[in-house]
């Protein structure tokens, strides 16, 4: 269900936002999901973030920590 969420949100910011791209983001959308889908939601925002600016918000140290595995920028709000 979170998976079908996320991709939804990322197919309807592509329609509004057709010709200019707008960053996305994102509240704590990966808080239920397990370490694999984690690992491969973050593989696949990396990607996509490649034509658009993500911004994910979580308050989860695991998924900060998988996405500096992943070597994408991270910044701590605290």
């Given at each position: 269900?979170?998976?079908?969420?996320?991709?939804?949100?990322?197919?309807?910011?592509?329609?509004?936002?057709?010709?200019?791209?707008?960053?996305?983001?994102?509240?704590?959308?990966?808080?239920?999901?397990?370490?694999?889908?984690?690992?491969?939601?973050?593989?696949?925002?990396?990607?996509?973030?490649?034509?658009?600016?993500?911004?994910?918000?979580t308050?989860?140290?695991?998924?900060?920590?998988?996405?500096?595995?992943?070597?994408?920028?991270?910044?701590?709000?605290?």
């Amino acid at each position: 269900m979170d998976q079908a969420y996320l991709s939804l949100r990322l197919a309807i910011a592509e329609l509004i936002c057709e010709d200019e791209k707008l960053p996305i983001l994102l509240d704590d959308v990966l808080s239920q999901y397990d370490d694999e889908r984690t690992l491969e939601a973050l593989k696949f925002l990396k990607e996509y973030s490649k034509t658009s600016q993500i911004v994910l918000f979580t308050c989860h140290n695991s998924i900060t920590e998988t996405a500096k595995s992943l070597e994408i920028e991270t910044k701590n709000l605290r």
